[in-house]
């Protein structure tokens, strides 16, 4: 019996039938959440914690807080994001207790602010066109379907990129791009401000887009040396 | 925001702030003019808001792992036991 996320097409049933089903205690509904959201929910457990083992059990302990919550849940917001939500609430406890506490309340810090591309790349004021490209961003390769390899160096990049975010950033473009919940959801999620919410996704991004870049340029100057 | 620029006219600089908030649709309507209005005449930025949603694409398709078979086991046995 397949468990894993993204294995076949199952159609995901909606939240209304969902959560009857649960209720009822329909364990292949159970499995079938089971195996599709925890794969996000470790990912996002690993930024609050220290180690795989720890997110692995901040993992464990969210799905025991949702069988035990299970009727209490009103359906205010998406089952995914009600989830989320106690994933993040757990992980945020069981950080502290390991030392790593984020401080989601004081923003903007100093590596919140600033141009989030180096401002030597555009035309100084005493130029005719202040704040304009010097020279345009090349464009990359376009990614195409044989190329497996590349894509997988491509996320492999992007991956590490990830790792060097502080994390507020890191928690915000996960659970924004990697996890793909929209910005009201990150914003209930976190108990963010949009403001905030915006300024750390945005830098996270420019920031991954710019280890792209140099990607690309490094890929590029290996091919045409040789 | 601190426009020392022509406030008619959005620069490259400008630009590359506001993406996040033009993908997602919250610029405000003269705003979000002035942005599109820049797009159509600069190849620059064009290109650099192709790079961001391809940034955003391949963050997208990132791998995921999955529990430990015994963690799955041991939850569904929760689940079958928590009373009804
Ligand atoms: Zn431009």
Known sequence: MGIEAGEGEQPFPPDSELVARLRGRDETAFVLMVGSWSGGLLRLARHFVSTNDSAAEVVQDTWLAVIHGLDSFEGRSSLKTWVCRILVNTAKRRGVREGRTIPWSSLPVAQDQGPTVDPARFLGPESEDPGHWRVFPQPWPMPSPEQEAVAKETRAVVEEALTHLPDRQRIVITLRDVE??????????????????????????????????????????????? | MGDDADPGEMSCAQLVELVTDFLDGTLDPDTSDRFEEHLR????????????????????????????????????????????
């Open chain 1, 180 to 226: 793909g919940y929209n910005a009201e959801e990150v914003c209930s999620i976190l108990e963010l401000s949009a403001a905030n919410q915006r300024v750390l996704l945005h830098r996270a991004r420019a920031f991954v887009r710019g280890r792209l870049e140099e990607y690309f340029a490094g890929a590029k100057a290996a091919a045409d040396g040789g």
């Open chain 2, 41 to 84: 005449i600069c190849d620059g930025c064009d290109t650099y808001i192709e790079q961001f949603r391809r940034t955003i694409d391949t963050l997208g398709s990132l791998p995921e792992a999955g529990l430990p078979e015994d963690a799955r086991d041991a939850l569904l046995n929760a689940f079958r036991d928590w009373p009804r």
